[in-house]
């Protein structure tokens, strides 16, 4: 697509409950990102694949958030036993990385997901 | 990690004033963007600028890597620039994972 899509916009579920958020990068980017802002904060970090595999899942708070991308374009992160304190902004971003290698290019954002945990 | 730090917290203008947004980080870098949120929660693609000067028409931006810091100019401001101004940065140590800093709060009036 033109851009990188979050779905859906907005989540409301119970505490203990389980969620799926979904990014779908824009269409060739190799590398995706997923971010969690709170009011009044910068973005942060929790995980980055590159391809299928996790490059880097060291932000993931705790073992009730995972994350997948099975087929190196659309990726589900998944919260389960949701907690209130998990009620954020969850971000995605995708970026391209050179075949040659070296730094991945400029990364675009999608809208983001707003879940409220009550 | 690499600490990145956002200087002012908060500024106010007039509209058609002029302003610099700074950005320090405290590790050698590889990526370098610069970012508006803009009221509604998106984020928008300013510059990718990890190293020397880009100009954007009243926007600009400059990045010393040496130095390890990057200004964001903004001139003749207008209301429509209010919002929250991030800078985010991707270590030369972790190819992928950016630290983003705490962001600054522009406040434009007419």
């Known amino acids: 697509g033109a851009g990188v899509s979050q779905t859906p916009s907005n989540k409301v579920t119970e505490k203990g409950k389980y969620v799926e958020l979904r990014c779908d990068p824009i269409?060739?980017?190799?590398?995706l990102y997923w971010y969690r802002q709170s009011l009044g904060q910068g973005p942060e970090f929790l995980i980055y694949f590159q391809g299928t595999g996790a490059a880097d899942d060291s932000g993931l708070p705790n073992d009730r958030f995972f994350a997948v991308r099975p087929e190196g374009s659309v990726s589900t992160l998944k919260i389960q036993r949701t907690e209130r304190g998990d009620s954020a902004v969850y971000l995605c971003?995708?970026?391209?990385?050179?075949?040659?290698?070296?730094?991945?290019?400029?990364?675009?954002f999608g809208q983001g997901t707003r879940l409220t945990v009550v | 990690g690499i600490q990145v730090e956002q200087s002012p917290p908060d500024l106010i203008l007039q509209e058609g004033a002029n302003s610099t947004l700074r950005c320090n980080f405290s590790d050698s870098v590889n990526n370098l963007q610069w970012f508006h949120q803009n009221p509604w929660g998106q984020l928008i693609n300013l510059f990718y600028?990890?190293?020397g000067t880009k100009q954007n028409g009243r926007l600009s931006a400059t990045t010393v890597a040496t130095e390890r810091y990057s200004l964001l100019y903004i001139s003749s401001s207008q209301t429509t620039d209010s919002g929250v101004y991030f800078c985010?940065?991707?270590?030369?140590?972790?190819?992928?994972?950016?630290?983003f800093g705490d962001g600054t709060t522009l406040t434009v009036k007419p």
């Open positions: 971003a995708s970026s391209f990385r050179p075949p040659s290698g070296g730094a991945n290019t400029e990364a675009f």
């Open positions: 600028i990890p190293s």
């Open positions: 269409s060739g980017h190799t590398a």
């Open positions: 985010a940065v991707v270590p030369n140590t972790n190819a992928g994972k950016s630290t």
